[in-house]
């Protein structure tokens, strides 16, 4: 048995623990800051899956880096995020901030999968993608779509207001091949389909390529 973050641990949640351990040192991201963030919101709970997704983006001359980590829990879906902030004032001393969400699974409303598929006429079960994204909704926010509002009359010129809709604003991880590896993907694909499994409410959708 093990000590980590205060918790004793053992079994298959101290190798998931650990194996999230080495994929954020592979980052090289903040990994301690990121560990100690996701797993004080873990607790004493199992880690049954994960996936982290490093995404770095380009704002004029800086380098700004983002780091979303989905830790999957018998009862719970953590998302943690982690950002790296400009530097400030004169020492140019560089910070972080980082945030982590608690979903319960009986919260969540839709978990989609899509996977990008190159030549599927070849395709075999099992076989790689060379994007997939994941989609997770729990209603936590939501965005409202406006447009102008019309009638049934094509010749009336009357302004008629807005129309609008409220919609989930998603969780969305996106990968590919070519950016983040093939396994990365395939980590993402198997996430997904666990979780769907664990909410009861997935969806997965395809799209093919050439």
Known sequence: MAFMNGWSIGGADAAQRSALRTDLESCGYFPALVEDAVLLAVGEEEVL???VHHEPTFNRDEIRRHLTILVLTPTRLIVGHTDE????????MTSAATSTESINLEAINTVALTRVIMQPEGYRPGGDAAEAWLSVSWGAMR?????PAACAD???????????????????????????GAER??????FTTTLQRATGRGTAAIRAGH
């Not at 965005?143 to 447009?147: C, K, M, N, S, V």
Request: glycine share 8%; with cysteine.
């Open 49 to 51: 899956t994960f996936v």
């Open 154 to 180: 094509p010749n009336c010129e009357a302004d008629h207001g807005l129309t609008g809709a409220m919609v989930p604003d998603d969780l969305i991880v996106r990968m590919s091949a070519a950016a983040d």
């Open 185 to 190: 993907v395939a980590k993402l694909v198997n």
């Open 85 to 92: 902030q400009p530097s400030e004032g004169t020492h140019g």
């Open 143 to 147: 965005r409202i779509d406006l447009e």
